[in-house]
């Protein structure tokens, strides 16, 4: 932070002991580790699509650097030269002291908002600051993910906890993806409808599921056929969605969604 523009422009409006406060470590700390806190709340949230996770971590880090800049600038006012103060007393002008009190107050929120937030874009480039080997270990993952053989996959989510609800819960969604491309497929222009429908009929399982399904875990798709709802799919589809699924459990860490977000919104 010292070598950054930001703090260059600052020196000239601090004293020494202000600027020392604003290099001690503990002054960052605590905001610091509620940041990354912060970024790991919003990886876990259930049911919360990616780009939606970036823009609540937008609005998350503008709350935190307002949230600093309120709760720290009466240590930094606090440190205001004496002389000047002396001088002041001196006037007896207490609507100016008043009014010097507001605008020092401003001054430092401004100041430690603008400094908070650079700190912030320094600690994403520190999590970013391998970028290169990050996109190699997300190819590599991708690569091993849909060259994996199916059994291994399936036997690494059974070792999970819940493994074989999440199992259903993925086949499940692979029908409602399908029941997704027959409803687009008559929206779109004829080509890309007639490719939905092509992977629709070549993934779909009809029949007597008990029978068509054997070792796929049907269940929640077989507790909502009653109400018509959704459709049974063959096991190599299952096997790509699953590959998918793979992916995003390997990739979906702090570092990697740290590098997204600060390529999507910098």
Not at 35 to 49: M, Q, R
Not at 153 to 178: M, P, R
Request: one cysteine or more; a neutral charge.
């Amino acid at each position: 932070m010292p070598r950054s523009s930001d703090y260059d422009g600052i020196c000239d409006l601090a004293n020494t002991d202000q600027l020392d406060l604003l290099r001690t470590p503990s002054t960052w700390n605590t905001i610091a580790n509620e940041y990354v806190k912060t970024i790991d709340e919003c990886l876990t949230k259930k049911k919360t699509k990616l780009k939606n996770m970036q823009k609540k971590l937008v609005n998350e880090e503008q709350r935190l650097v307002m949230k600093f800049a309120n709760l720290n600038h009466p240590r930094f006012t606090a440190l205001k030269d004496t002389d000047m103060d002396t001088e002041d007393d001196n006037d007896g002008n207490s609507s100016s002291d008043s009014e010097d009190n507001e605008n020092e107050i401003i001054k430092w929120r401004g100041i430690l908002g603008l400094l908070c937030t650079r700190i912030f874009h320094l600690m994403k480039q520190d999590m970013c600051s391998n970028k290169s080997t990050i996109i190699r270990q997300v190819k590599s993952i991708i690569t091993s993910s849909f060259t994996l053989n199916s059994t291994i996959i399936h036997e690494n989510y059974n070792k999970l906890h819940n493994g074989d609800k999440l199992l259903e819960s993925i086949y499940y969604i692979g029908g409602w993806l399908l029941r997704a491309c027959m409803k687009a497929s008559k929206r779109r222009r004829e080509s890309l409808g007639d490719m939905m429908m092509d992977l629709v009929e070549r993934t779909i399982e009809l029949g007597d599921a008990k029978n068509n399904n054997n070792n796929l875990p049907v269940k929640k798709v077989e507790r909502t056929q009653e109400f018509g709802a959704l459709n049974f799919i063959s096991s190599e589809f299952f096997d790509f969605i699953l590959q998918f699924e793979h992916v995003f459990v390997l990739t979906l860490k702090p570092n990697v969604f740290s590098c997204s977000w600060s390529r999507y919104y910098h």
